[in-house]
């Protein structure tokens, strides 16, 4: 039986299914509530629009040292991690920018319509790579942030929270799947023989979309993460602006939202990314990765996931390119996937396989 609940946690949709025998009901009902509380603890201290969270303490204590709980310490070490295999296209302290940008509350406030920031942020606050200055003292558990760089994690954070959660909520169960506001861990299947089924919808607007999914995906081991911002924009001073923000050039990332990204972008000769899935060892490396291929574009995001390919090898380190697969749906509407999705399903994958519309 599948044993299911739905909460909103860390401001987005968060779904823990589990195909347990009947038995088994009511220690997987346990072991989901368990996870939620923690998950709770989790957006309580890594949220940026409480001013009382660990995270917003420590941003505000940018350019001295400041001990923080084994959580938060975690979060910034990973996402170092991630910055350094990414050679800096994911950056963990974008926060200053994003705020100039209009992003300086919840998305809701913002969602479609003018930020009007003028009067609340520098509009030209911010720089990109300051990550690299940042500093751990793993003994005392301290993080040293430099003067003017402020920290968001984003995604990895939820990527991060669904793989711990795996492990310690649910280790002891053989068919589990995590998806927080779509970033999945996965483990098994539906308990029939088969591996977890996972739609890839259309993100073009609901006028231009069929009710058919672009891709499906079998999943039976591993992490996934789709990223793109069909809905995640908004106005400032009149000019559309997204939360991808692309650190080689401190803008919002060249990707498709409408026809009218296209039509302003006609130097290139290639269609934009409307949406990145990525499947990777661990949800937070999908999440990173997914990230990375946006900001490389079509078609240098597949290039650099098959060049990188290494089949069968089991240490793949985190966040590098290696080990990881795309898919890709381009603003055309066309599903393109990098060439190695099949092997990495047949590998890392669990044994899946995909369709594509």
């Not at 995270?55 to 040292?65: E, T, V, Y």
């Not at 995640?232 to 009149?238: L, S």
Request: net charge negative; hydrophobic share 45%.
């Amino acid at each position: 039986m599948l044993i299911e609940q739905s909460r909103t946690i860390m401001a987005t949709a968060t779904d823990v299914h589990i195909a347990a025998p009947p038995e088994r009901e009511a220690e997987a009902h346990d072991a989901i509530v368990a996870c939620f509380a923690w998950l709770a603890e989790v957006e309580a201290c890594l949220t940026r629009f409480n001013p009382e969270s660990e995270l917003c303490r420590l941003n505000a204590q940018s350019g001295a040292w400041y001990a923080v709980s084994e959580l938060l310490f975690t979060m910034v070490e990973q996402s170092l991690i991630a910055a350094r295999a990414s050679e800096g296209l994911f950056d963990p302290g974008l926060l200053p920018l994003l705020e100039a940008m209009g992003y300086d509350r919840d998305f809701a406030a913002i969602a479609h319509q003018e930020a009007r920031i003028e009067w609340r942020v520098e509009r030209h606050a911010g720089t990109t790579g300051g990550w690299r200055r940042i500093r751990l003292d793993h003994a005392n558990r301290r993080v040293r942030l430099p003067r003017g760089v402020r920290l968001d994690f984003g995604g990895i954070a939820k990527g991060w929270a669904a793989d711990v959660a795996l492990d310690r909520f649910f280790a002891t169960f053989e068919n589990v799947i995590i998806s927080i506001g779509g970033d999945m861990r996965v483990r098994g299947g539906r308990g029939d023989g088969g591996p977890w089924p996972i739609g890839v919808g259309d993100p073009r607007p609901i006028a231009e979309q069929n009710e058919v999914a672009q891709a499906v995906v079998t999943l039976g081991c591993g992490g996934l993460a789709t990223s793109g911002s069909a809905d995640r924009w908004w106005y400032n001073a009149g000019e559309r602006q997204h939360h991808l923000i692309d650190p080689r050039t401190s803008r919002p990332a060249r990707i498709w939202i409408d026809d009218a990204d296209s039509k302003n972008d006609q130097a290139s000769a290639e269609p934009l990314i409307a949406s990145v899935t990525a499947l990777a060892p661990t949800a937070a490396h999908a999440e990173v990765a997914a990230k990375v291929a946006l900001l490389r574009g079509y078609p240098q995001a597949l290039r650099a996931v098959e060049s990188a390919w290494e089949p069968g090898r089991e240490d793949t380190p985190p966040y590098g390119d290696a080990g990881v697969a795309l898919l890709l749906v381009l603003g055309t509407g066309e599903a393109v996937a990098s060439s190695n999705l099949q092997a990495y399903l047949d590998t890392v994958g669990g044994g899946g396989d995909i369709w594509l519309s």
